[in-house]
T-cell receptor
């Protein structure tokens, strides 16, 4: 079946540090891939997405590249801020039109000043 | 533009009580979803509705019922609440015609069943 595995947290970084949150997936064909972010007490917001292999999604300084060969979609940011503290979810929608998002378990990031 | 709204924000129920969680969207989306979020489990799909008048089970539908009242509204009902249903519930919607089916989420309802 379809699944998403992301690195377990929590992750604690100092401000301006480099961030990587690993995400790998299992799915047939070419799923669409997403990163969602959940700030404390809020719902999820789409952070970035990629819908085909080698696409790079980017937003707010975050980037992730769709790597079909390694079935990965790792999230990176060069210099994190305190305001980036949140829970990050990797997710996919399988190829073929299914509308059901499959989520990873989430990674909590805390950035200290 | 409110996006996806949910009511109530918080609710405490006793075991066996019933309640309905309300969700509405103003983005003219066809598809709507209900998820629950539990610590260490990520989000799990309870039910979804691809269009008005249709609903389908997700990963964890037991103990829940849904109604797609019209294009805007999608409610989730707990007929006889159990402590295992203590969770944060999120409603989401998406425009089915978009290839990437990006979903927009509401702020959530935090439910405690004692």
């Amino acid at each position: 079946g379809n699944s998403v595995t992301q690195m377990e947290g929590p992750v604690t970084l100092s401000e301006e540090a480099f961030l990587t949150i690993n995400c790998t997936y299992t799915a047939t064909g070419y799923p669409s891939l997403f990163w969602y972010v959940q700030y404390p007490g809020e719902g999820l917001q789409l952070l970035l997405k990629a819908t085909k292999a080698d696409d790079k999604g980017s937003n707010k300084g975050f980037e992730a590249t769709y790597r079909k060969e390694t079935t990965s979609f790792h999230l990176e940011k060069g210099s994190v801020q305190v305001s980036d503290s949140a829970v990050y979810f990797c997710a996919l929608i399988p190829q073929g039109g299914s509308e059901k998002l499959v989520f990873g378990k989430g990674t909590k990031l805390t950035v200290n000043p | 533009n409110a996006g996806v709204t949910q009511t109530p924000k918080f609710q405490v129920l006793k075991t066996g009580q019933s309640m309905t969680l309300q969700c509405a969207q103003d983005m003219n989306h066809n598809s709507m979803y209900w998820y629950r979020q539990d610590p260490g489990m990520g989000l799990r799909l309870i039910y979804y509705s691809a269009s008005e008048g249709t609903t389908d089970k997700g990963e964890v539908p037991n103990g829940y019922n849904v109604s797609r009242l019209n294009k805007r509204e999608f409610s989730l009902r707990l007929e006889s609440a159990a402590p295992s249903q203590t969770s944060v519930y999120f409603c989401a919607s998406s425009a089915r015609w978009r290839v990437s089916y990006e979903q927009y989420f509401g702020p959530g309802t935090r439910l405690t069943v004692t």
